[in-house]
């Protein structure tokens, strides 16, 4: 087994440009993000599948900053989501058996949540998965995070902007989840990122749609409520406030 962990990072954000490149308590934002990537390469030496990270990037800047720090990159056409960037790469993905997908904006993504998505995937029995974790209520209606729906056997029904599921006698916090963007793909599924956006996606703004709007199975993952996106300026200091609270316990 071939896995490639691929970290689509855009410099022209419309929310936040520049942002792979802004500093996170010292440390570029995509190189944070890559260090993870690489302890996780680094904990399934020995096993029997074999790990490689890249960064796929539309931006020189982007490329040379993490060339600079040893890590292998794609230089891309500019995309409108991180998956149809590394997509685009046919030649690249095609050498894999798994593409894990790690947005280029989650700092704190662990080893032991991409290990998660990694291990569904290897099972072979599903051609995509999407992490998530549970929240508030109060996060539930921010309308910058996802929210997720199952079914009784976890794969993903929906994800939306809007506070889903509605409680109607009154909500929860055992209700809401919300999407962490970490995927899984199989070569199949990324081939329906050659395709123009359906009109959920086009509507949402959440690229996993692209899959269940044709039809195809997203096996949800549980992970850990540590990750935290990095959206906008202020959720850098949101995000030096938890590595700091991290150091010192």
């Given at each position: 087994?071939?896995?490639l ?6 410099f022209?954000?419309t ?74 790469a ?11 997908n ?19 995937m290897?099972?072979g ?20 995070v ?20 509605f409680?109607?006698n009154?909500a ?28 959920l ?15 195809i ?12 996106a ?20």
């Amino acid at each position: 087994m071939k896995t490639l962990v691929a970290i689509p990072a855009r410099f022209g954000s419309t929310r936040f440009p520049g942002k792979p490149l802004k500093l996170v308590a010292g440390v570029p934002l995509v190189i944070r993000v890559a260090n993870n990537c690489i302890s996780f390469a680094k904990s399934t030496l020995g096993s029997y599948t074999h790990v490689d990270v890249a960064v796929f990037t539309d931006d020189e800047r982007i490329g040379n900053l993490c060339a600079s720090h040893g890590l292998q990159v794609y230089l891309t056409d500019d995309y409108v989501t991180g998956t149809d960037r590394i997509a685009s790469a046919q030649s690249v993905r095609n050498q894999y058996d798994i593409i894990i997908n790690v947005q280029g904006d989650e700092p704190l993504v662990s080893v032991e949540d991409i290990a998660r998505i990694h291990d569904v995937m290897c099972r072979g029995d599903t051609l995509a998965a999407n992490a998530y974790c549970r929240i508030s209520i109060d996060e539930a209606q921010r309308r910058s995070v996802p929210k997720v729906v199952l079914d009784a056997k976890g794969a993903i029904m929906y994800v939306s902007r809007a506070a889903i599921p509605f409680a109607k006698n009154g909500a929860t916090d055992d209700v809401y989840y919300r999407q962490v963007c970490i995927y899984g793909f199989t070569n199949h599924a990324l081939d329906f990122f050659n395709n123009s956006r359906g009109q959920l996606e086009s509507c949402e703004d959440i690229e996993i749609l692209r899959l269940l709007e044709a039809g195809i199975r997203v096996t949800g993952v549980e992970v850990t409520s540590n990750s935290m996106a990095v959206d906008y300026p202020d959720d850098i200091v949101e995000v030096e406030k938890w590595l700091l609270k991290s150091c010192n316990a």
